[in-house]
């Protein structure tokens, strides 16, 4: 039993197929009752009830960032070793990721409004979530752009490997070039500084419900464009026939 | 390698505008720019640096597309790739003809345009260092666009939107070295860091480029 078995369609179709009807339903049950049960904890005392809006903001901005990994690791494979489900996955993440990155941008925005009084400021961390953004969209439209699968998947690859060296890259520069006004990372083992645990839970099952949610969007997104692909060959073989 | 060199140099200089293009682009921005801001000394002395730094990199954009697509087209491409130059050297190749054909007649003429601009005196070295060390970079990010797009028939504004964001570290710190020799600040940091990623770039980026040629030609 090793992994690689699951780079086989038909395993991949039988095994996703059983995951999901239990996956969607704890995806959803997670993020709703995540987001409810934060929006009924107190106000904080500074922020007021706008602390709230951080129960989308930090599970979005955490899948963001995973989702464009995961498309890393699926790019990898799909370059070393070919396993077409690979490609496909990670070209099926791609969007889910950009609208992940797009949540957390739009989420920012209206907590910094009132907040820092201002929907949108230069700060590096926001700067560097644009930039992911914008990633994602060169990626969405070259693989959208080719319209032979595998040249496209190798050269989305190629682009994811180069765009994540070059986002990481991006992500340090602008640190340099402007101080921050966004708050450090809201969970963190290092620093002694922790949330009280009425804030905590309701964000750790957020962050549950997005990244299972996340999952489970990429397998739906991933089964469609295997029966796509099944889908092509069979009309193929029919108009040689 | 060299003929290969000569003969990317020679068509861009016979086929018109191979250093002029980016040139003229870049005198059109910097002629229209204060327009756009207003005349006063001090506006825009404070946006030359950005403004020379984003003309430079527009103007190389503007002709990346012509690395490797007329060559795709009448398939000398295809005679490189089955030559016995490896495809990496190739792609290192004609980047460097690129750098040479746009990148460094901005470098020359650069100082000129900072002058249009009120950018300060003392900025000026500091100028041209950071487009001599920062525009390389460019030119083999760019060929590696111009790589992944070569097979399109409208490639163009799709090169535009992967490269770009590509950019972002050499003009953050191409920008910034140019900030801080105008207000005389220490640079060392900022120029050691431009030339790593002008450095980087131009070691690993051909490989990536190399791939990315390989199968658009396949």
Known sequence: MSIWEYANPAKFMRTTGAMLPWLLPVAVAATVGGVVWGFLTPDDYRQGSTVKIMYMHVPAAMMAINVWVMMLVASVIWIVRRHHVSALAARAAAPVGAVMTLIALATGAIWGQPMWGTWWEWDPRLTSFLILFLFYLGYVALWSAIEDPDSAADLTGVLCLVGSVFALLSRYAVLFWNQGLHQGASLSVASGERMSAVYRYPLYLAMLGFAALSLALILIRTRTEIRRRRLAALQARELRS | ?218
């Open chain 2, 1 to 218: 390698m060299r003929a290969l060199l000569l003969r990317d140099l020679r068509l861009a200089i016979r086929a018109g505008g191979g250093f002029g293009l980016g040139l003229c682009f870049f005198l059109i921005l910097t002629v229209l720019v204060p327009f756009g801001i207003g005349p006063a000394r001090a506006g825009l002395a404070a946006v030359a640096p950005g403004i020379l730094w984003v003309g430079a990199l527009l103007a190389c954009l503007l002709s990346l597309d012509r690395i490797f697509a007329l060559d795709h087209e009448d398939g000398s491409l295809d005679l490189l790739a089955t030559s016995p130059l490896p495809l990496e050297g190739v792609v290192a190749i004609k980047a460097l003809a690129h750098w040479l054909t746009t990148g460094l007649p901005l470098v020359v003429a650069a100082p000129v345009f900072g002058l249009l601009l009120q950018l300060p005196f003392a900025a000026m070295p500091w100028l041209v260092l950071s487009l001599l060390l920062g525009t390389p970079a460019l030119s083999v990010l760019g060929a590696f666009g111009a790589a992944l797009t070569v097979g399109l028939r409208r490639g163009g504004l799709l090169m535009s939107a992967l490269v770009l964001p590509l950019y972002i570290p050499t003009l953050i710190f191409g920008a910034e070295i140019t900030r801080r020799g105008a207000e005389g600040a220490p640079v060392a940091a900022p120029v050691a860091l431009i030339a790593g990623i002008t450095l980087a770039s131009a070691a690993l980026i051909p490989f990536a480029a190399a791939a990315a040629l390989r199968v658009n030609l396949r």
